[in-house]
């Protein structure tokens, strides 16, 4: 066991805090297509310097660290108040999802531009009708000459309306549950495919809707065999929980200083109920952030995630929704006044228990993977 | 970076496992508590095979290895519900090493490092007085209080038995009726290390508790299907591993930082006595309402996990001395921030 850095993380450690205090970009704008043109501008700086998909293997364009070094990029990143880079869908999954399960061609075509940010990716998995059960959604891809036709409607696909590259899973099949969908890489730009924002909770539109009206899909789309979709689709969402969570650690510490700078701020330092609570987050965060390089030592030396990624899903989303309810208390009755910090952070944190497997999914994944509890079904 | 044990802490953990399984088990625990002297023979064992002396330096006679294998130690034992023997001597030891001067070290270390002359843990009360664990057969004593750690050799004081929550530690009340030799070196870490080692117990304790669980969680039927079939029942088991890997993860860092990065020490202990304090009481706690009426059973042994999570999680400093500690480090709570370790 060793938690510090080898000489040669601290080298990349080092060499990235230097390059990022010359070229960390300026503050990210208000609006949501600015910031996304932000962020897009910000990758193809990341890009160009060599910081573009840090664990990917050389040989498919990436830069060939570990994912050690790629956790250490993440924190820098946070660290550094940096934004995320706009095709972080395509970098966290699209891309480990081909490297991994596509075929050569698939990895000619589609890695660089999703490095470079030149072509950006969505998700297409949750349906109306299909959130937690997953493997009930009814969009559909028939065969047809030359590909797929595919119809139905997906939902919470962030970036959709700016996505290039639509990771989809459909059914293609009559066949068992599991067994009847396929993972597609579909063409947002074409006649059949329709985006519309969806407005949530917070007033934001992060998300959008996608309808499928008799779009097509290439053969040559198709990612693993036809009727493989189900296990692609949980390798992909296995890369999305796996190395993030100690970065996400560092990102809600900084939250933290942020609060406790408030409750000074407003004169209730000495109020000894808002001090533990804070430093009983202060604590959760840092066992999360501890649990995430525990977690990333294991996938480093087992080669794929596993499924104690959901512990950190959980304890991500309960500890950003109890910094929301601190923050409302220290508020008082400040809090009837919508905070553009606060009072956002609080709504949407509440979603964070939803996006990217329920907290009760991820119950269900640790009883029934990890602790071999019986199934429920 | 490398967040995991490596093929030598591996070995010390499956030795001492593999010693606790042949040589103790909960029956064993209730009698050790109830007064009989099984916990002898299991201290004899443990300093024939050298236990002792893990994480005493070789100066001294120990081994000189680090506060990780101590914590692997402390948390096999806690799984097993051992007696404080072990924990006690190897606490003494850490704060005589950590905070005592070389006349001090000299006296005591050889005798707590061959187990031959045992030490023993205990808190000192604002009376004066002393409640300390396993004491009996001890040697010499350490008390530790009000910020203060007082060095008792066994002919100076007298031990009454006094009823303790713990059914699985002998506990005793301490007078002093002779001199006793202050620590006065650099308490605060040493302590901090004790504090690591005991976490650890509890995340044995807490592993134990989740193991009990999931047996009955597989096993017990109820409405024609295994109670584990049912989310009330699993998530609550999910919720449990949530705690046991967490406090795990705190234990395993703050130990590793307390030998690698010892500035760091102090918030990764509050850290990791927290976790496991609070971790260890909701997850001995869930699994008796997972047992269901069988749990709050005399004969079953999840009141027996319970109690030293109760006592072991007040020992020392409290999770809420620790919260106030870590939200003080921000200028938050106030300027009488309760001191740790009390």
Known sequence: MDLSLTPAELEFRDELREWLAANRPGPEPGDTEAAIDHRLAWQRTLFDAGYSGIAWPREHGGRGATQMEQAIFNEEMVRARAPAPANIIGLVMGGPVVITRGSDEQRARFLAPILSGEEIWCQGFSEPNAGSDLAALTTSAVQAEGGWVVNGQKVWTSFAHRARWCMLLAKTGDDQRHRNLTFFILDMKQPGVEVRPLRQATGDSEFNEIFFDNAFVPDENVVGAVGDGWNVGITTLMFERAGLSAASALAIQLKLDDLAALIRDRGLQDDRSLSRRLAALVIATETMRLNGYRGLTRIIEHGVPGPEGSIAKIQWADINQRVGELAMDVLGGAALLADPVWTRWMLRARANSIEGGTSEIQRNILAERVLNLPRMR | ?342
């Open chain 2, 1 to 342: 970076m490398r967040f995991d044990l490596d093929d030598d802490q591996r070995a010390v953990r499956d030795g001492i496992d593999s010693l606790c399984r042949s040589a103790w088990s909960p029956a064993s625990a209730r009698r050790h508590g109830a007064g009989d002297d099984d916990a002898a023979a299991l201290w004899r064992e443990l300093v024939a095979a050298g236990w002792p002396g893990i994480a005493v330096a070789q100066a001294y006679g120990g081994q000189g290895l680090g506060t990780v294998e101590l914590t692997l130690v402390c948390e096999t034992m806690g799984r097993a519900l051992a007696p404080g023997m072990f924990f006690g001597n190897a606490a003494v030891a850490a704060l005589v090493e950590g905070a005592g001067d070389d006349d001090q070290r000299q006296r005591w270390l050889p005798g707590f490092a061959s187990g031959e002359a045992r030490g023993a843990l205990g808190s000192l009360q604002p009376d004066g007085t002393g409640l300390a664990l396993d004491a009996e057969g001890a040697a010499a004593l350490v008390l530790v209080g009000g910020g203060r750690a007082m060095l008792v050799a066994a002919g100076d004081c007298q031990l009454e038995p006094a009823a303790g929550v713990d059914l699985t530690r002998r506990l005793s009340s301490v007078t002093l009726t002779g001199g006793t030799d202050e620590l006065r070196g650099d308490l605060g870490t040493a302590l901090e290390r004790v504090e690591v080692a005991l976490s650890a117990e509890l995340v044995g304790v807490a592993q134990r508790a989740l193991d009990l669980a999931l047996d009955q969680a597989r096993s017990r039927q109820q409405f024609g299907r295994p109670i584990g079939a049912y989310q009330a029942v699993s998530h609550r088991c999910a919720d449990m591993l949530l705690d046991v890997e967490s406090a795990r993860s705190a234990v395993l860092a703050a130990a590793w930082t307390a030998d690698h990065s010892p500035q760091a020490l102090p918030f990764a202990a509050s850290v990791a006595k927290v976790s496991a304090a609070q971790g260890a009481w909701r997850v001995t706690t869930a699994s008796l309402q997972v047992h269901g009426g069988i749990g709050f059973t005399w004969e079953h042994d999840c009141h027996l996990l319970l109690r030293r999570a109760v006592a072991s999680g007040h020992l020392l400093g409290s999770p809420e001395a620790h919260l106030d500690r870590v939200a003080a480090a921000r200028g938050l709570g106030g300027a009488a921030a309760v001191p740790t370790a009390q």
